[in-house]
C-alpha cells in the first residue's frame, strides 16, 4: 500500500517452473508489463528453471507466444526476451541449482544483485527446492552490502493447520518471515484494494458499517468452467481449500476488520489477523457442500460438459466438493449475530465474484404501506467480471403520483475510469521488488484462516459427506438456497 521503494539496485529474478502454466500464463506476462512500464530495475535479468530441456531461444519463444495473448503493447518485446535466460534443472539435484549459480554470476558481471526466487511449483517440492537454493549458497538470509534475497510462494499452503504450520516451519529454516512473500493474487485486484479506500477514505460509510446497520454480508464466488485439466490438484484440495480460506477469507477479513492504525503491511495484518480470529470454527450445520454433475452450459453454445467425477484424474467416488456454502460469524462488539454468508463454486452458470452489504430495514417507514414490497438498501461490489460498485436505494419514480422503485447509483470501472486495469500479478510482482509487503500474507493470518476451516474439512473426509449434485451450468446445489434462506435472505 505505502510506496515503500527499497534501494533498488541489479536484480536476479529466478522462476523455479519456469515452462508451468502459472509462469508462463501470469509471471511472465507480468514481468514484462512492468518492463514495458519502466518499473524494473535498469540491470535485471531473468532466469527460467524447470526440468523441461530447452535452450534460451526456444524457452524466449515459449514466452513470447503467452505475453502475446495479453493486451500490452508488445514494442519493447526484442529487448525484453534478450533479458530472458533458462537452465534446465532437476528440482532436488544441488549440482543443478550450482550451475544456475555459476549462470546468475556470470550475468551479474561482477554487479551484486538482488534476488527474486519465485516457487511456480506445487507446495510439496517448496522445501526440497528452498533447501537446494540455501545448499548452493543461493539464499542470502541476511541483507549484505544492501542486497536482499526474497521468496515468493503460492498457496495452496498445506491442507490443514498442521501441515501448514509444518511447510511454515520448514521455509522459516532456510528464509526468514520478512523474506517470505506468501501470494493471494485476490489481494491485488483492483476492486478488492479499494475496500479499505471504500471504508475509510470516506465519512458515509463507516457509521453503518456494524451489527445495528448491517443485516448480513454475502460473499459469491462464481466460475462457469470446471477444473480446467486440473483433476490431480483439485481431488485433493476441493472448493473450500482452493478458494474459501484463502481468497474469501481474505475479503471478508477486509469487509469485517478496524482501521488499521497506519497504512504500513503490517499493521494492516494485524487488523485481519484480529478479526479471523473472532471467526469461531465452522461446524457441519453451517456448511453445504456441491458437486458438479454432467449439464449444459446455456451461455457458451448450449456446450454439454462432463461431471466432475467423468474429470481426467478424479476417482469415479470422489466426494471432493466442487461447490460450498457457508454461514460464518464474527464475534466481536462490531459483528455479533449478523451472518457473513460465504459460497463459492465451479461448474456455474456464469463467472463471477461479488460482495453484497445488505442493510436493514429502515424503522417507523412512513413509506411502508405506499410500496410494501421494496426490499431495503443494499450496496453491491462487484469484484469481476466487471468492476463495479453500486447502492440500490429507494426513490420516487418521476410522475404526478407517489410511486416509489429501487434504483442504483452506480459506479461501473469501465465508464468511469479510462486506464487499463493492470492484472494482479503485476502490482504484487513490483510489491516484492518495492519490498511492500502489504498485499502478502503473514504466517499468523494463515494459521487463523487454517483454524476457521481445518475442524470441518478433517470432519467432511473422515465422514465421508456425500456433496449434493447439481447439473454443470446450474445455479449451484439447492442447499446453499435453503442455507441462506435460513437468515432470511437469498444469494
Ligand atoms: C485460483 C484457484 O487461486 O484462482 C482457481 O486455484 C481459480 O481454481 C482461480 O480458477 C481464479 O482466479 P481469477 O483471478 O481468474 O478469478
Redesign the pocket.
Known amino acids: 500500500m505505502g510506496n515503500k521503494t527499497s534501494s533498488i539496485k541489479d536484480l536476479t529474478i529466478v522462476v523455479i517452473g519456469a515452462s508451468g502454466d502459472l509462469s508462463l500464463r501470469k509471471i511472465f506476462p507480468a514481468f514484462y508489463a512492468l518492463f514495458q512500464k519502466k518499473l524494473l530495475p535498469e540491470r535485471f535479468q531473468i532466469i527460467g528453471f524447470s526440468r523441461t530441456e530447452m535452450n534460451d531461444d526456444i524457452f524466449r519463444n515459449k514466452v513470447k507466444t503467452f505475453i502475446a495473448k495479453e493486451n500490452i503493447p508488445l514494442s519493447e518485446m526484442d529487448e525484453f526476451l534478450k533479458k530472458c535466460f533458462y537452465c534446465r534443472g532437476k528440482y532436488d539435484a544441488f549440482q543443478d541449482y550450482e550451475r544456475m549459480g555459476d549462470l546468475i554470476r556470470k550475468l551479474e558481471e561482477g554487479h551484486l544483485s538482488n534476488k527474486i526466487y519465485y516457487l511456480a511449483i506445487p507446495p510439496f517440492l517448496f522445501l526440497p527446492v528452498s533447501n537446494a537454493l540455501a545448499h548452493s549458497n543461493l539464499i542470502h538470509t541476511q541483507e549484505e552490502k544492501g542486497v536482499w534475497t526474497r521468496v515468493v510462494v503460492?498457496?495452496?499452503f498445506g491442507r490443514d493447520r498442521e501441515s501448514s504450520d509444518e511447510l511454515t516451519a520448514g521455509l522459516q529454516k532456510v528464509f526468514r518471515e520478512e523474506q517470505v512473500y506468501r501470494i493471494?493474487?485476490?489481494l491485488a485486484?483492483e476492486v478488492i484494494q479499494n475496500l479499505m479506500i471504500l471504508r475509510f477514505a470516506n465519512l458515509i460509510l463507516e457509521p453503518l458499517w456494524n451489527r445495528q446497520y448491517i443485516q448480513n454480508v454475502r460473499i459469491s464466488?462464481m466460475?462457469d468452467?470446471g477444473?480446467?485439466g486440473?483433476g490431480g490438484?483439485?481431488d485433493e484440495?476441493g472448493?473450500i481449500r482452493?478458494?474459501m480460506q484463502?481468497?474469501l477469507l481474505q475479503i471478508l477479513a477486509l469487509v469485517g476488520m478496524e482501521q488499521p492504525i497506519r497504512l504500513e503491511a503490517d499493521y494492516i495484518r494485524d487488523e485481519k489477523v484480529k478479526v479471523l480470529r473472532c471467526i469461531p470454527p465452522v461446524t457441519l450445520s453451517q456448511l453445504v457442500v456441491g458437486q458438479y454433475g454432467p449439464g449444459i452450459l446455456q451461455c457458451k453454445k448450449c456446450e454439454m460438459k462432463h461431471g466432475y467425477r467423468d474429470e481426467e484424474g478424479v476417482p469415479k467416488d470422489s466426494i471432493t466438493p466442487t461447490y460450498a456454502a457457508v454461514s460464518l460469524f464474527i464475534k466481536n462488539r462490531r459483528w455479533d449475530g449478523v451472518p457473513f454468508l460465504i459460497r463459492a463454486g465451479?461448474g456455474l452458470s456464469k463467472?463471477t465474484?461479488e460482495i453484497k452489504i445488505q442493510f436493514r430495514e429502515v424503522p417507523g417507514n412512513i413509506f411502508a404501506e405506499t410500496a410494501p414490497q421494496l426490499t431495503p438498501n443494499e450496496l453491491l461490489i462487484q469484484?469481476?467480471p466487471d468492476a463495479m460498485i453500486a447502492l440500490k436505494i429507494v426513490n420516487k419514480i418521476p410522475g404526478l403520483s407517489l410511486v416509489l422503485g429501487e434504483s442504483n447509483l452506480d459506479l461501473s470501472y469501465e465508464s468511469a475510469f479510462e486506464s487499463r486495469v493492470p492484472d494482479?500479478y503485476e502490482l504484487l510482482l513490483l510489491d516484492v521488488i518495492r519490498g511492500d509487503k502489504s498485499l502478502f500474507i503473514r504466517s499468523d493470518e494463515l494459521e487463523s484462516a487454517w483454524d476457521i476451516f481445518s475442524p470441518v474439512l478433517l470432519e467432511l473426509e473422515k465422514k465421508r459427506i456425500q456433496p449434493v449434485i447439481y447439473p454443470f451450468g446450474s445455479e449451484g446445489p439447492y442447499t446453499a438456497d435453503l442455507l441462506a434462506s435460513k437468515y432470511g435472505t437469498a444469494w
Open positions: 503460492e498457496k495452496p493471494d493474487h485476490y485486484k464466488w466460475e468452467i477444473i480446467e486440473r490438484y483439485f484440495y472448493i482452493d478458494v484463502n481468497h465451479k463467472r465474484t469484484v469481476q494482479a
